[in-house]
């Protein structure tokens, strides 16, 4: 059975930092592509950062240059470095799993995943 799990959520200030994980269960990380996905409130799901077997990264431009995708193959687990946040960077964040994009270059699109985490709420006060 595949399960994903986050931890690492929290508050933090404007400016400041955090850093979520996932760690993966019934999925071997080195083989198959990755992401983080994040929901505010009355919004749509949205694409943060993807990351592929061959760890070839993809990032949401309002997120370049802030976050930092990465995974861990000795401990199976993902992780997403989340520097100078800033307020609309609050929402539930979610990581993702394909098993059935075959790419190195996995897209920032939620239909492409097809397994979920239950999500870690980030809330950034101003």
């Known amino acids: 059975q595949v399960q994903l799990v986050e931890s690492g959520g929290g508050s933090v200030a404007a400016g400041g930092s955090l850093r979520v994980s996932c760690a993966i269960y019934?999925?071997?990380?080195?083989?198959?592509?990755m992401g983080w996905f994040r929901q505010a409130p009355g919004k749509q799901r949205e694409g943060v950062a993807t990351i592929g077997a061959g760890d070839r990264t993809t990032y949401a431009d309002s997120v370049k240059g802030r976050f930092t995708i990465s995974k861990d193959n000795t401990t199976n687990t993902l992780t997403l470095q989340m520097d100078s946040l800033k307020p609309e960077d609050t929402g539930l964040y979610y990581c993702?799993?394909?098993?059935?994009?075959?790419?190195?270059?996995?897209?920032?699109?939620?239909?492409?995943?097809?397994?979920w985490g239950q999500g870690t709420q980030v809330t950034v006060s101003s």
């Open positions: 993702a799993v394909t098993t059935t994009w075959i790419s190195n270059d996995v897209p920032l699109h939620r239909r492409a995943f097809n397994y």
């Open positions: 019934g999925v071997t990380v080195r083989r198959f592509g």
